[in-house]
Nanobody
Framework: QVQLVESGGGLVQAGGSLRLSCAAS????????MGWHRQVPEKQRELVAT???????NVVDSVKGRFTISRDNAKNTVYLQMESLKPEDTAVYYC??????????????WGQGTQVTVSS
């Protein structure tokens, strides 16, 4: 099994910053892509940013220029640095990873989510 544990969420004023972290552990042979999604009540979960195993990144337009995704392969950890936060960034943020396990199978795993609240 593989576990993803997120940290770093909280309450921040508009214009402020937060850094989310997500550490993967367990029967990991290789972590392929890692990423962050977010969800608000009564809406579908949406992609925010991804980073591949070679470090290439993709960030959705709504957060481009404000959010930066990165990963530390030695620590099996992905980060999301969020700057110039807006009230519309308020959501539960979920970490995701596409992992190949020791047994050779590959699948997506999700973290438990961390709340980010941006006050106006």
């Amino acid at each position: 099994q593989v576990q993803l544990v997120e940290s770093g969420g909280g309450l921040v004023q508009a214009g402020g910053s937060l850094r989310l972290s997500c550490a993967a552990s367990g029967r990991i042979a290789k972590i392929n892509s890692m990423g962050w999604h977010r969800q608000v009540p009564e809406k579908q979960r949406e992609l925010v940013a991804t980073v591949s195993s070679d470090g290439s990144t993709n960030v959705v337009d709504s957060v481009k220029g404000r959010f930066t995704i990165s990963r530390d392969n030695a620590k099996n950890t992905v980060y999301l640095q969020m700057e110039s936060l807006k009230p519309e960034d308020t959501a539960v943020y979920y970490c995701a990873a596409f992992v190949t396990s020791w047994g050779g199978s590959s699948r997506h795993y999700w973290g438990q989510g961390t709340q980010v609240t941006v006050s106006s």
